[in-house]
């Protein structure tokens, strides 16, 4: 491995010495490299674009990052509508007229305020990410579950696991491999 990150190194040097810094008191080389590869990861990061699917209540925010960083960021909105029977209408934005989140890196801003929400948002992170999304990020700003997850006394529900339970069975993502 240690060969490995010289030679990335070395290709890193040639091709974007101004804007790599070493510091004299670097211990080890490999202590550069881990420096340059941190640094090529962020800057791939930082140019990633990301199709934004937002909960209701994140909507403001999913509108100013859009409207801060429109190279970044494009907002899609969702529309969180009821049946009359109180069961979910939901039509996720970005699918039509054309289908602009397959194959796209996805950023959902959730918001788990109370249990009718979050098991609507927990039905789009489903169907985003069987769309064949090439990356989801989920941000959930609060977690409200994130206070009880471990039971001291028998029949007590630890919400937190099962909320846990919920995300660790979300589809994967990416096209299928077959």
């Known amino acids: 491995i240690l060969d490995l990150l010289f030679i990335g190194f070395t ?6 010495a101004d804007s790599c810094r070493f510091d004299s008191q670097d211990s080890a080389p490999s202590d550069m490299a881990k420096k340059i590869l941190h640094s ?8 990633m674009r990301y199709q934004i699917i937002a909960a209701e209540a994140s909507e403001p925010l999913a509108r100013r990052l859009a409207e801060t960083y429109p190279d970044r960021f494009t907002f899609h909105a969702t529309s969180w509508g009821k049946f009359p029977d109180g069961t979910d209408a939901i039509e996720i934005g970005g699918f039509a007229p054309a289908n602009l989140i397959s194959g796209e890196h996805v950023l959902f801003l959730a918001s788990f305020h109370n249990n ?3 098991l609507s948002q927990f ?3 489903i169907a985003l990410l069987e ?3 090439a990356s989801m990020t989920v941000v ?6 994130g206070t009880m997850e ?3 006394r028998e029949g007590v529900l630890a919400t937190a696991n099962t909320y846990a339970h919920m995300f660790s069975t979300l589809p994967s ?3 299928p491999t077959r």
């Open 131 to 133: 769309s064949f999304v």
């Open 150 to 152: 471990r039971v001291v």
């Open 40 to 47: 090529e990861q962020s800057k791939r990061r930082e140019a």
């Open 173 to 175: 993502c990416g096209r």
């Open 140 to 145: 959930l700003p609060y977690s409200p579950v």
């Open 123 to 125: 039905q789009v992170l």
């Open 116 to 118: 009718d929400v979050t």
């Open 11 to 16: 290709l890193v040097i040639a091709t974007r």
